[in-house]
């Protein structure tokens, strides 16, 4: 059995769920998300917890099991408290700036590149340099980083670009002199 799919999930007090047809939905006080839950899988109401369950014991079952788990677990903590990803952008004259529904990276290119937030994204930018992406949905949160990480990813030699707050950079050696 899934070790993670057999851990019920704790509500908090101020999070409701509720279920209809395979739809979960769960609404919390940052907002409201849901999610299709697999045909084979089932969730129960057991003392302000939820389990989730199988209904058959196929490979298909047992493999949605504790991703059907998961997921509704991150939707429960992102309507809870929400997630969090940080960026940290590295080089001389290197930054970003919200403008408006975009924002706008000056990264050593010809232009400055413009990124156009998605809804349900909300991204702050302190000192320039230190770009935070915040929302509910823990899958999108992470997918706005890793696109604008993309636009200009840390090279290895000096460490300019965009990289995650903590990421280390495996750094390499210049050109020797030779003699």
Known sequence: M??????PITL????????????????????ILSSQLPESI?????DGSIVIERKNEE?????YHGLARTLIGNMVTGVSTGFEKGLEISGV???????????????????????NIPKG?????????NVNISGIDKQLVGRVAAEIRALKKPEPYKGKGIKYVGEHIRRKAGKSAGA
């Not at 899934?2 to 851990?7: A, E, M, P």
């Open 2 to 7: 899934s070790r993670i799919g057999k851990k």
């Open 12 to 31: 908090p007090k101020n999070v409701k769920i509720s279920e209809s047809g395979g739809l979960v939905k769960v609404e919390g006080p940052k907002g």
């Open 42 to 46: 089932s969730m129960i109401m057991v």
């Open 59 to 63: 490979r298909l079952a047992r493999c």
């Open 93 to 115: 004259g290197y930054r970003a700036e919200v403008v408006g529904n975009s924002l706008k990276l000056i990264l050593g290119f010809s232009s400055p590149i413009q990124y």
């Open 121 to 129: 994204i909300d991204v702050k930018v302190e000192k320039q340099v």
